[in-house]
T-cell receptor
Framework: DAKTTQPNSMESNEEEPVHLPCNHS???????IHWYRQLPSQGPEYVIH???SNVNNRMASLAIAEDRKSSTLILHRATLRDAAVYYC??????????FGQGTILTVHP | DVKVTQSSRYLVKRTGEKVFLECVQD?????MFWYRQDPGLGLRLIYF???????EKGDIPEGYSVSREKKERFSLILESASTNQTSMYLC???????????FGPGTRLTVT
C-alpha cells in the first residue's frame, strides 16, 4: 500500500512558521501528494495537494522536492487553531484516502 | 460551503443488532465514501460510491453493506453488529474529477 513517513509530533509557537515534513520515497509518477488535517473531535479537513510543482492556497503552501521523494507542508504563521494531526498521503486513481498516523502539531501561545 | 452531515455523533448498539449510519451531503457531489478510523490503524476505506446506485468495495468491506438510492445520501449498514466494529465512522464526498474530499464530523459507534 502507499506509504508515507512523517514525524510523530512537532511543536511550534504561535505566529511562527511551521514546516511539516513527509517522506514518500516509493512514490510513482501519477501519485498526487495530499495533506489533510484533523482537529480534535472533528472529521479530517483537506489542506492542499500537488503533483510536481510547489502549490499555495489560503491555508498553506506545499513544497515538493524535485525528485518527488519528499514534500513539506508550510504553515506561514501558526495559530492555536492550527493545532491538529496532519496527514500526508499519496493519492492515485479515484481518490481513496489511506491515512497513517500523521504528525501531531502542538502550537504554544 | 460544502456540508456533510452524519445522522449521529455517538451511537451505542448491542452485538447482533442491525445498525444504519446515514450520511447526507448538500453539494451535489457524485462520489461518496465511508471510512473507519481506529487508533494505530489510521483511516481505512470501507465502501465508496461513484454515483447513485453505484457502489464499490474498499479495503475492509466485510460485515458492512451500503446503499445509495439518492445522490445526496449514502448509508452504511452493519448487518449484525459485532464488538470489533466499535470505531469512529467517517463519511466523505467529493465532486467527480476533483481531488478534495469533504468529511462529516464522524459517528463514534460503540458495540457492546
Amino acid at each position: 500500500d502507499a506509504k508515507t513517513t512523517q514525524p510523530n509530533s512537532m511543536e511550534s509557537n504561535e505566529e511562527e512558521p511551521v514546516h511539516l515534513p513527509c517522506n514518500h520515497s516509493t512514490i510513482s509518477g501519477t501519485d498526487y501528494i495530499h495533506w489533510y488535517r484533523q482537529l480534535p473531535s472533528q472529521g479530517p479537513e483537506y489542506v492542499i495537494h500537488g503533483l510536481t510543482s510547489n502549490v499555495n492556497n489560503r491555508m498553506a503552501s506545499l513544497a515538493i522536492a524535485e525528485d518527488r521523494k519528499s514534500s513539506t507542508l508550510i504553515l506561514h504563521r501558526a495559530t492555536l487553531r492550527d493545532a491538529a494531526v496532519y496527514y500526508c498521503i499519496r493519492v492515485r486513481g479515484y481518490g481513496k484516502l489511506t491515512f497513517g498516523q500523521g504528525t501531531i502539531l502542538t502550537v504554544h501561545p | 460551503d460544502v456540508k456533510v452531515t452524519q445522522s449521529s455523533r455517538y451511537l451505542v448498539k448491542r452485538t447482533g443488532e442491525k445498525v444504519f449510519l446515514e450520511c447526507v451531503q448538500d453539494m451535489d457531489h457524485e462520489n461518496m465514501f465511508w471510512y473507519r478510523q481506529d487508533p494505530g490503524l489510521g483511516l481505512r476505506l470501507i465502501y465508496f460510491s461513484y454515483d447513485v446506485k453505484m457502489k464499490e468495495k474498499g479495503d475492509i468491506p466485510e460485515g458492512y453493506s451500503v446503499s445509495r438510492e439518492k445522490k445526496e445520501r449514502f448509508s452504511l449498514i452493519l448487518e449484525s453488529a459485532s464488538t470489533n466494529q466499535t470505531s469512529m465512522y467517517l463519511c466523505a464526498s467529493k465532486r467527480a474529477g476533483n481531488y478534495e474530499q469533504y468529511f462529516g464530523p464522524g459517528t463514534r459507534l460503540t458495540v457492546t
